[in-house]
């Protein structure tokens, strides 16, 4: 079970952090935080790491009754959260300029100086893609994990929990950071992160199609035997 554990645990982090990739909203943070003291500023970035957790969790433990009110099947879901992790994937591997964030997400957070929810927590920490991971995750605890199904949601939130709390220690430092990586520092990482993203999306892609031609209620004929003739009294 242990290994199990660690498993969900490293599955989790892996599955989220390349399409949180806060190196990447770290590159556009400074100017949204120009107008704000120190202080200010380090508790905005903490609340949207709390905020990001939260819808992060929130929608976690939710996935399953989301599934069954619009009638979503497990292969539906990773098939479409496989297109939206790539398609964000392949946005990080041939970026248009701006950043993360639209140029309206960026005025309206220049504009204001709450920013801690709106562009931080959403959409760029918790966006499309990052949900559709946990939703995915959460209907993976009901299939096919061999966890009890609160400790899988657990370790889950453990791992969500670890990647808000990873974002928060980028985001505290992206001044440094972006010092020391640069622009094309950034670019570059934020490319690898893509190509990543493009490789887990085309695997959510896969697991749902393979699930897909395994359902008997899609492939009702599969496996069976067609008999002809009159059997022999």
């Known amino acids: ?102 140029d309206a997400a960026q005025a309206e957070a220049l504009a204001k100086r ?31 994990s061999e966890l009890p199904l609160w400790l899988g949601y657990l370790t889950v939130s453990l791992g969500i929990v670890t990647v808000a709390w990873m974002s928060w220690l980028s985001l505290r430092a992206s001044k440094r950071l972006y010092g020391w990586l640069g622009e094309n520092g950034i670019s570059a990482v934020s490319r690898v992160m893509g190509f990543l993203l493009i490789c887990i999306g085309v695997q959510f892609f896969i697991n749902g199609v393979r699930d897909l031609l395994h359902d008997p209620h899609f492939m009702p004929q599969r496996g069976a035997v067609v008999v002809t003739g009159n059997p022999k009294s």
Not at 35 to 40: H, M, Q, V, Y
Not at 43 to 65: D, E, M, N, P, S
Not at 114 to 126: Q, R
């Open 1 to 102: 079970m242990l290994q199990e554990l660690l498993a969900t645990f490293l599955a989790t982090i892996t599955a989220l952090l390349p399409i949180i990739n806060p190196l990447y909203t770290a590159a556009v943070l400074p100017a949204m935080v120009a107008n704000l003291s120190p202080a200010e500023r380090e508790r905005q970035l903490k609340r949207a790491c709390y905020y990001a957790a939260a819808i992060l969790v929130t929608f976690l433990l939710a996935g399953a009754l989301i599934m069954d009110f619009f009638a979503i099947s497990i292969p539906g879901l990773r098939i479409a959260g496989g297109m939206i992790v790539a398609y964000i994937g392949f946005t990080m591997l041939f970026p248009t300029e701006g950043g993360t964030l639209t």
């Open 114 to 144: 709450d920013i801690s929810f709106t562009p931080l927590a959403m959409p760029s920490l918790a966006g499309p893609g990052s949900i559709a991971v946990v939703v995915s995750l959460s209907s993976s605890m009901h299939s096919n």
